[in-house]
C-alpha cells in the first residue's frame, strides 16, 4: 500500500483561478469529461489530477470535467479524490463498492452530460500534449471516437521487446478472430461522442479491462468511426503492465464476441435501420485500414488520419 503524502498541491494558482471563474460565469454543462478510474491509486492521484486539470483549463475554451471513480480503493485514494472534487472546479467523484474497470467508466459516461466523454490511464501514461490530437476531432465533428494507440506507426513506446510482442500479438489476435481494425485496443486514452458511448453501453457485456475492446468491437461492426493517433508514452511501468493483460479472461471475452458475430448479434438492430444513430454525419470508411473523411469534409485532403469502422 503507498502512503499518502503530506505535502499538497497548492491550488491558490491563476489557471485554477480562471476555470472557477469561467465555471461560476454560466456554469453550463462541460463540452468535455475525462473519467479517471481509480483504485490504490494514493501516491499518483492528487499530482495526476491536478496536471490533467491544469492542461485541460489552459488549453481549452471551453467547460470540461474530470471524473474519478473509485473502485472500492483500499488505501487513501477515496479520500483524495472527494477531496479533488471539492477544491478544483470542475472535478467530480463517484465510488462503487466493485472493482471492474470497466464498471468505472460505465457509470461515470451513462451519467455525464458532456458532449465529448473520454477515459485516460489514472497515472498519466500519454504525453498531455496529445490531448488536443484526441479532443479536436471529436469538437469539430469530424469523427466518432478518437483512440491514443502506443502501437500504431509513429507511437514512442520504450518498453521492453517482450511487451511489444506480447501487446502486438494480441492485437493481431483480435484482428483475425473479431476483424477488429485497431491497432491497441487497450489503449491508454480514448475518446468519443457521447450519444456514440451512451448507445453502444447497454450492448457491452464486459466489466474489467476488456471493457474498451468490446466497446470497440461494437463501434467498428455498427458503423462509427474510429480515428487512431500515435502517441508518446511517458510511462513505461504502466506500459509494463497494461501490454501483458492477455489474461484467460480475455481470450474468454474475446471467444464470447466470435460466437456472438457468428449469431449475427454483433450489429445493433435499431442502429441499422438508421443512416445516422447518433445524430450526426458519420464517416465513412474506404476499407481499413485506409483513409476516410467525413461527409462535410469530403471535398477537404488535409487533416486526414487512418480510421476504422464505417456502416456497411
Excluded at 143 to 151: E, Y
Aim: with cysteine.
Amino acid at each position: 500500500m503507498t502512503t499518502l503524502a503530506a505535502e499538497t498541491v497548492s491550488l491558490e494558482i491563476p489557471y485554477a483561478v480562471a476555470a472557477k471563474a469561467r465555471l461560476c460565469a454560466v456554469s453550463p454543462p462541460p463540452q468535455v469529461d475525462l473519467v479517471m478510474a481509480v483504485h490504490n491509486d494514493d501516491g499518483v492521484l492528487r499530482e495526476s489530477v491536478s496536471r490533467l486539470h491544469r492542461r485541460l483549463t489552459l488549453d481549452f475554451d471551453l467547460p470540461v470535467a474530470i471524473t474519478l471513480v473509485d473502485l472500492a480503493s483500499d488505501d487513501h485514494s477515496a479520500r483524495i479524490a472527494a477531496s479533488l472534487a471539492r477544491e478544483l472546479p470542475g472535478v467530480r467523484y463517484l465510488h462503487t463498492d466493485q472493482r471492474g474497470h470497466g464498471q468505472a467508466l460505465r457509470a461515470a459516461w451513462s451519467s455525464s452530460a458532456a458532449d465529448i466523454v473520454g477515459t485516460i490511464d489514472v497515472d498519466l501514461p500519454v504525453d498531455l500534449a496529445h490531448l488536443r490530437e484526441v479532443l479536436d476531432p471529436l469538437l469539430g465533428g469530424r469523427t466518432d471516437i478518437v483512440v491514443a494507440s502506443r502501437l500504431a506507426p509513429g507511437a514512442s513506446v520504450t518498453a521492453g521487446p517482450k511487451h511489444q510482442v506480447v501487446a502486438r500479438g494480441y492485437n493481431a489476435l483480435l484482428g483475425v478472430v473479431l476483424g477488429l481494425g485497431i491497432s491497441d485496443a487497450g489503449c491508454p486514452m480514448m475518446a468519443a461522442r457521447r450519444g456514440v458511448i451512451q448507445t453502444l453501453l447497454p450492448f457491452v457485456e464486459a466489466d474489467g479491462r476488456f471493457f474498451e475492446t468490446e466497446l470497440l468491437y461494437l463501434a467498428q461492426r455498427n458503423g462509427f468511426a474510429i480515428r487512431e493517433i500515435s502517441v508518446h508514452l511517458t510511462n513505461d511501468a504502466v506500459a509494463a503492465v497494461e501490454l501483458t493483460r492477455a489474461t484467460i479472461d480475455d481470450f474468454r471475452c474475446v471467444a464470447r464476441l466470435h460466437r456472438r458475430a457468428v449469431r449475427g448479434q454483433d450489429r445493433i438492430r435499431a442502429l441499422q435501420s438508421s443512416p445516422d444513430p447518433a445524430g450526426a454525419a458519420l464517416v465513412r470508411l474506404v476499407g481499413p485500414p485506409k483513409i476516410a473523411q467525413s461527409r462535410r469534409d469530403e471535398h477537404r485532403t488535409a487533416e486526414r488520419a487512418p480510421i476504422v469502422g464505417a456502416r456497411r
